[in-house]
């Protein structure tokens, strides 16, 4: 058994995450940490609401509360939509807990002291007609690398390009539009980076688990020439900036740490929340000389955040020059992207997963989303392929398989598991597939490979379909009643596999199977061992019972009510 540490990269407070959100970090997060427990290790998922920063801000104003009312409902609503989504964090946190502003101002402190933070004047764009400096992100422009003309003042999404907002050319406000905007000077602290580049590209280089684009992107930063990072802004809400004695920096009353240096270090702060709250030893999964040398933590995010996971938060932990854990595998995603776009909490495109919960169960989305996970490339939504997912793959690969044969048992071998007859051909067909197929199940979700492993479940489960039909235990049934009940009895123990391999990905309906099966929770397990084993565990005369029907189709008139109400193709 071994210790895994699993984070997701933290949901932004500005609103109910959409399925691109859900898809690029929380949901896979969840699948792994849920697949991991079952096969036996000891598994802690953390994550967090991401609460500073200026779209809390601008996000409140619009709504008419204060920022950390704002924060307090949107934490809520974000931890409401988790649960409906069935994501089994051990802990959900705030970045503005107490506990992340003690451990942004202690990592500030030792960083400086160990002469990785530097004060500096830098110019900064100035909106006079929003009043407030612009945080790079919400200044923009014509690249002055390729000419997008509207590139950020952080990054071009055309050429890909890392930009200084006041290089753009002819900049203006994201947050009004405006053009009356200047360049100021302000002090700053800047997080050193360049001078621990050769660090952190061994440390990238020698890097395992990682899929190329993860490591991809990090290399492109280092060999584009790492820079200094400022990791203070001029807002009012955030963690703010002290000396060691704790009293506010002189010339920083104003100022606040940057979103993108105290969110990743809410992991562990939130890891102390949750054991404050369970009694838990949160040093033993950080610190390596408490213990945490023999964790395994794995990140999981989206492709636009592993710059930061990969380079910026590793400086802060390699330059503190204290002993903490460091990520072992980093899991990055592509984008699910919307008919031709990107899904946008912003702008409100796409489907949500507050809007997402109302017109279909949790199960539907898990599936179809990981089975479509963005890991090679992005992935497009549309509301055919969501269809075809859910009609196709759950309804008549596995619910009907489910249904057909725990019902033919109710009705022919009074609900119980029926004794008689011998295996065959069907099954020594049977143990060879399976002993096969759920080894590699195992071994793609140990390797995170997530499309890999929806396309191993769904073959797994249309074996079973195969195996019915090779089986035959309704034609036997009329001739050969033992022969009928070897067929059913193996019919039975597919139905309580399949129930025990769903639970990764669509826990709700696994539930439904495997209390039909009447199967003890503490056997719910991957316990595999044999293809033997698994179709014969069982016990004869055993009670089960036929579950409603597990899904309900998606028809063409659904998928024209939401293609109305949330746009399809002419979006």
């Known amino acids: 058994m071994s210790r895994i540490l699993i984070t997701s990269a933290l949901p932004y407070i500005n609103g109910v995450k959409h399925l691109g959100n859900l898809a690029g970090s929380m949901l896979p997060a969840d699948v792994y940490a849920r697949a991991m427990r079952l ?32 924060c307090e409902r949107m934490h809520i609503a974000q931890k409401e939509a988790g649960a409906n989504f069935k994501l089994s964090y051990d802990y959900f946190g705030r970045s503005s807990a107490k506990s992340n502003h003690v451990l942004t101002q ?23 007609a929003d009043g407030r400096y612009l945080p790079d992100r919400y200044v923009e422009g014509t690249c002055p690398n390729c000419g997008f003309e509207a590139a950020r003042g952080d990054q071009c999404d055309s050429c890909g390009k890392l930009l200084d907002p006041i290089d753009l050319i002819d900049p203006y406000s994201a947050v009004s539009g405006s053009k ?13 980076q360049s001078s621990m ?25 280092l060999d584009e020439g790492l820079r200094d990072r400022a990791i203070t802004r001029d807002l009012s809400w955030g963690i703010t900036v002290t000396n060691p004695d704790g009293s506010v920096r002189d010339g920083f009353d104003g100022k606040v740490f940057y979103v993108w240096f105290d969110a990743p270090i809410e992991y562990i702060a939130a890891t102390q929340d949750w054991a404050a709250e369970t009694g838990g030893d949160w040093e033993s999964w950080w610190r390596t000389d408490k213990g945490a040398d023999d964790v395994q933590y794995v990140q ?99 619910g009907n398989f489910v249904n057909r044969i725990t019902k033919y048992a109710v009705g022919k071998f009074d609900g119980v598991v029926p004794d008689g007859g011998e295996f065959g051909e069907a099954e020594d ?30 073959a797994i489960w249309a074996a079973g379909n195969e195996y019915l039909t090779k089986a035959a235990p309704w034609t036997h049934y009329k001739t050969d009643v033992p022969q009928a009940a070897v067929g059913t009895r ?82």
């Not at 202690?106 to 830098?122: D, K, P, Q, Y």
Request: proline share 4%; hydrophobic share 45%; with cysteine.
């Open 39 to 70: 096969l036996g290790h000891d598994v802690l998922y953390i994550c967090a609401t991401d609460e500073h920063g200026t779209p809390a801000e601008l996000a409140a104003q619009e709504a008419g509360l204060e920022v950390s009312e704002y």
């Open 106 to 128: 202690h990592f500030a402190h030792v960083l400086e002291a160990n002469g990785l933070i530097e004060e500096r004047t830098s110019k900064q764009v100035y909106s006079n």
């Open 180 to 192: 009356d905007v200047e360049i100021r000077e302000t002090n700053h602290l800047y997080l050193k």
């Open 197 to 221: 580049a050769s660090k952190l590209r061994e440390w990238v280089e020698a890097a395992t688990g990682w899929p190329p684009l993860a490591k991809s992107i990090a290399m492109k930063w």
């Open 300 to 398: 999981f995010m989206g492709k636009d955040n592993v710059a930061f996971h990969t380079l910026s938060f590793p400086t802060t932990i390699i330059g503190s020059g204290e002993p903490w854990k460091l990520v072992d595998q980093l899991k990055a995603f592509n984008w699910v992207t919307w008919y031709g776009g990107k899904f946008s909490t912003s702008s409100k495109r796409g489907v949500f997963m507050d809007q997402a919960i109302d017109i279909a169960p949790s199960d539907y989305w898990r599936w179809h989303l990981m089975a479509n996970a963005p890991e090679g490339n992005d992935a497009a939504f549309t509301w055919e392929e969501f269809q075809a997912a859910v009609n196709s793959d759950l309804a008549n690969v596995l």
């Open 429 to 458: 067909w049977l143990i060879k597939e399976l002993d096969t197929r759920l080894s590699a199940l195992v071994g793609y979700y140990e390797a995170r490979e997530f499309r890999k492993a929806m396309a191993e479940t769904r």
């Open 490 to 571: 193996v019919g039975l123990n597919l139905v309580a596999l399949f129930g025990v391999i769903a639970q990764p990905i669509i826990p709700d309906t696994a539930e439904k199977i495997l209390d039909a099966m009447n199967i003890p929770k503490e056997n719910r397990t991957w316990n595999f061992r044999t293809a033997q084993e698994a179709i014969s565990a069982l016990p004869i005369g055993m009670a089960i019972n036929a579950p409603d029907v597990l899904f309900t189709k998606i028809e063409d008139e659904d998928v024209a009510a939401w293609t109305e109400r949330f746009g399809g193709d002419d979006a």
